[in-house]
C-alpha cells in the first residue's frame, strides 16, 4: 500500500508564508510525478504545481510565489508558499503519480493525500 502524508498547513497572516510537505511511503517502485492541489470552500479543485523530472508547472495565480520542490531520495515534495493573501486559503492537497511492484508486474496509478488547511487571515 501507497500512502501520502501532508504537514504544514495552517493559520498565516496575509503576507506571510508557509510551507507544505508531502512524504510518499510503502511500496514504491518509482515516482513519475508529484505536485499540490487545492479546493476552496465552493471551487472545484485546481492545480496549484507540479515537478516531473525536474521540470516545474505553476498556475498564473501562484507563479512568483510559490515554489515547488522535491527530494527524491525521500520520496517528498515541498510547497515553499509566500506572499500568501486570503485567496490562497483552500485545502491543499499532494498527488503523486506512482509506480508499484506487484507480483512481477508494474502498476501506475495517481494517489492523493488526506489535504491539509491553509487559512491566510488577519
Known amino acids: 500500500q501507497v500512502q501520502l502524508v501532508e504537514s504544514g498547513g495552517g493559520l498565516v497572516q496575509p503576507g506571510g508564508s508557509l510551507r507544505l510537505s508531502c512524504a510518499a511511503s510503502?511500496?514504491?517502485?518509482?515516482?513519475?510525478?508529484m505536485g499540490w492541489y487545492r479546493q476552496a470552500p465552493g471551487k472545484e479543485r485546481e492545480l496549484v504545481a507540479d515537478i516531473r523530472r525536474g521540470s516545474t508547472n505553476y498556475a498564473d495565480s501562484v507563479k512568483g510565489r510559490f515554489t515547488i520542490s522535491r527530494d527524491n531520495a525521500k520520496n517528498t515534495v515541498y510547497l515553499q508558499m509566500n506572499s500568501l493573501n486570503a485567496e490562497d486559503t483552500a485545502v491543499y492537497y499532494c498527488?503523486?503519480?506512482?509506480?508499484?511492484?506487484?507480483?512481477?508486474?508494474?502498476?501506475?496509478?495517481?494517489?492523493w493525500g488526506q489535504g491539509t488547511q491553509v487559512t491566510v487571515s488577519s
Open positions: 498527488n503523486a503519480d506512482i509506480i508499484t511492484a506487484q507480483s512481477m508486474s508494474l502498476f501506475v496509478r495517481d494517489y
Open positions: 510503502g511500496s514504491i517502485f518509482s515516482i513519475n510525478a
